[in-house]
């Protein structure tokens, strides 16, 4: 795992985060940075749909739990 994704995954537990408020912060048209894909594709994150992108909520699988916590 990079330490962006590790990043990433943190900033997303520290409190809810909107889909909204996560696609603006970490969304990157870089294809060398694509933390957001890489995350929902390895299945370290959900997006828990809402009526509107605020209020749709991005979490933590427990994979992405797990990721985080085994970490120092």
């Not at 809810?16 to 890489?38: F, L």
């Amino acid at each position: 795992m990079t330490l962006l994704t590790l990043e990433f995954l943190t900033w997303i537990a520290r409190r809810p985060r909107t889909y909204a408020e996560a696609m603006e912060a970490w969304r990157s048209n870089c294809p060398r940075q694509s933390v957001w894909e890489d995350a929902l594709i390895d299945g370290l994150i959900q997006v828990e749909n809402g009526a509107s992108m605020n209020d749709s909520y991005v979490l933590l699988t427990p994979r992405g739990e797990a990721a985080i916590s085994s970490r120092p």
